[in-house]
C-alpha cells in the first residue's frame, strides 16, 4: 500500500512547481497557510511561495517539508529519492544495460553524469563506480586507450581490488594486450596474484582466473618456461578445483600455449577436455569457440576430415548465438578445408560468405582460402595478389603461423607457374615470419 501511494504522489508530482507542490501538501494535511509557518518562514512568506511570487531559501524548504512531513528532496523537485538514491538508480540501470549490451552509447552517458555529479557531491562510490562503468564501456567499443585511462584510476581506489572487482583487472589486462603492452598485462596479473595471498585459503577460481591470464601475457611476451611454470602449478593442483569453470580455463589456456608452440596434438588433447567440460554447461558460445579452435588446429595440421565434425559443431551453436564475426571465422575455416580437399568452387564460396559477413574486418584466413580456390584453378596472377592480401592480413592480426603456411603455398604457386625468383622471394618472407612466430607468436585462440 506504501509503494502505491508513493508511486501516487509521485505522478502527482510531474510537471508541478515547487508552489503548486506545496499547496497541495499542505491542504493534503489540512494545514493553513498561518498554520504551516514557522520561525524564519511567515504566513505570508508562504503565500507568495505557492503563487510563484518567490523561490524559497534551502533553509525555508527544510523547515516546510519537515513540518509537512515530506523530505526537502521530495518538496524542492517532486522526486521521493535522495540525490544519492537517485544515483544509486541510475548506476544500477546503466550497469545492467552495460552487462546485457543494450543501449551502451546511454549507459555511458549516464555514467558521464553520474561520475560528474558524484564528483562534485564528493560521493566517493558513485564515482569509482561511474568511472569502472566507464572504462568497461570504452573497452567493449574497442577505445583502449580511453578504457586504461578509466580502469587505471578506478583501480588506484582501495575499494577495488582483485577479489572485489576480477572482471575489471582482467579487462584492463586484456586491453593492454590489445594495445600490444604485454609486459604490462602480465606485471598486473602477477600483483593480481600477490594480492591474492595464500594459494591455499583463497579464492581457487580468481587464482585460476588470473594465472591463466598471466600465462596468455607470458607467452605473448615469447616467455614460454614461464607461462608453462604458471600452468604446471595450477595442474599439479587440478583436481582440488571444483568450479567447472576455472577448470575450463585452465585446460583453454594449455591449450592455447602448445598450439603458440607448435604442438598440434597436445592443444587438440587440451581442448578436449575443455569441451567435456562446456557440454556440461549452457555456455554454448565458448563451446562453440573451442570447436573452431580445434578446426582451425587440425586445418594447419591438413587433416581435413577430423576437422569437419568441430566445424559443423561450430556452425551449429553460433547460429544459437554468436555474432557475424563468429560466422565469419567458421566460414573462413570451412574455406581452407574445401581448398585442402581441391574443391574450388566450395572454397571461394565459403570464403566470399566469411568476407561478407567479417566487412570491414576482413580474416586473413578467408583470403589465404579464396588464394588457394585460384590456385586450384591456374589462375596466377589472382593467386598471387590474393595470397598477397591474405598474408598481410594475417601479419597484422599477428596469426605468424598460418601467414608461413600461406606464404609456402604461395611460394608453390609461383614455382609452378616458372615465376622462381618471386617465388625465392616469398621464402625469403616466410623466414622472416618464421622468426617472428617463434620470438614473440600470438595465439590462434
Not at 508511486?7 to 491542504?27: F, H, P, T, V, Y
Not at 543501449?103 to 553524469?113: D, K, N
Not at 568497461?136 to 582501495?158: F, K, Q
Not at 618471386?422 to 616466410?430: C, K, N, S, T
Request: glycine share 8%.
Amino acid at each position: 500500500m506504501q509503494v502505491v501511494q508513493q508511486d501516487a504522489a509521485a505522478d502527482m508530482s510531474a510537471g508541478e512547481s515547487i508552489g503548486q507542490r506545496l499547496r497541495r501538501l499542505r491542504l493534503e494535511k489540512g494545514l493553513s497557510q498561518r498554520e504551516l509557518a514557522g520561525p524564519g518562514v511567515s504566513y505570508a512568506y508562504v503565500s507568495r511561495i505557492e503563487g510563484g511570487q518567490r523561490r524559497p531559501s534551502l533553509r525555508a524548504i527544510r523547515v516546510l517539508a519537515r513540518k509537512l512531513g515530506v523530505s526537502a528532496q521530495y518538496l524542492e523537485t517532486g522526486s521521493m529519492t535522495t540525490s544519492e538514491e537517485d544515483r544509486e538508480i541510475r548506476l544500477s540501470d546503466a550497469e545492467l544495460r552495460l552487462r546485457l549490451d543494450e543501449s551502451v552509447a546511454g549507459a555511458e552517458a549516464a555514467f558521464h553524469e553520474v561520475l560528474r555529479e558524484a564528483s562534485e557531491a564528493g560521493d566517493l562510490d558513485a564515482a569509482i563506480r561511474a568511472e569502472l562503468g566507464l572504462g568497461l564501456a570504452a573497452a567493449r567499443g574497442g577505445r583502449n586507450e580511453e578504457a586504461v585511462e578509466h580502469l587505471e584510476r578506478s583501480i588506484r581506489s582501495p575499494r577495488v581490488t582483485p577479489t572485489s572487482h576480477p572482471d575489471v583487472y582482467i579487462t584492463l589486462g586484456n586491453t593492454y594486450l590489445d594495445l600490444d603492452r604485454p609486459e604490462q598485462a602480465a606485471e598486473l596479473y602477477e600483483r593480481c596474484l600477490d594480492e591474492l595471498g595464500d594459494p591455499e585459503q583463497d579464492d581457487t577460481s580468481a587464482r585460476v582466473r588470473f594465472a591463466t591470464h598471466l600465462s596468455y601475457a607470458l607467452s605473448n611476451l615469447g616467455r614460454f618456461v614461464e607461462a608453462r611454470e604458471v600452468l604446471s602449478d595450477l595442474t599439479s593442483r587440478a583436481r582440488a578445483i571444483v568450479d567447472p569453470y576455472a577448470r575450463i580455463r585452465l585446460y583453454w589456456s594449455l591449450a592455447r600455449l602448445a598450439a603458440m608452440e607448435g604442438h598440434g596434438r597436445m592443444a587438440l588433447r587440451h581442448l578436449r577436455r575443455a569441451i567435456a567440460l562446456l557440454e556440461a554447461t549452457e555456455d554454448t558460445l565458448h563451446l562453440a569457440r573451442a570447436h573452431l579452435l580445434s578446426s582451425e588446429i587440425l586445418v594447419l595440421d591438413g587433416k581435413a576430415d577430423e576437422a569437419a565434425p568441430h566445424l559443423q559443431a561450430a556452425e551449429r551453436l553460433f547460429d544459437l548465438g554468436g555474432d557475424a564475426r563468429d560466422r565469419g571465422a567458421v566460414r573462413a575455416q570451412q574455406a581452407k578445408r574445401a581448398a585442402l580437399l581441391g574443391d574450388a568452387e566450395e572454397a571461394t564460396r565459403r570464403a566470399t560468405e566469411s568476407l561478407e559477413l567479417t566487412g570491414d574486418a576482413p580474416l586473413g584466413s578467408a583470403y589465404f582460402a579464396l588464394a588457394q580456390a585460384h590456385a586450384l584453378r591456374g589462375e596466377v596472377d589472382e593467386a598471387d595478389r590474393t595470397f598477397r592480401t591474405a598474408v598481410e592480413l594475417l601479419g597484422r592480426g599477428g596469426d605468424w603461423r598460418e601467414a608461413v603456411q600461406a606464404c609456402r603455398a604461395w611460394s608453390d604457386v609461383l614455382r609452378d607457374a616458372g615465376r622462381a625468383g618471386e617465388a625465392f622471394e616469398v621464402l625469403e618472407q616466410a623466414a622472416d615470419l618464421a622468426e617472428k612466430a617463434s620470438a614473440s607468436p600470438r595465439a590462434i585462440l
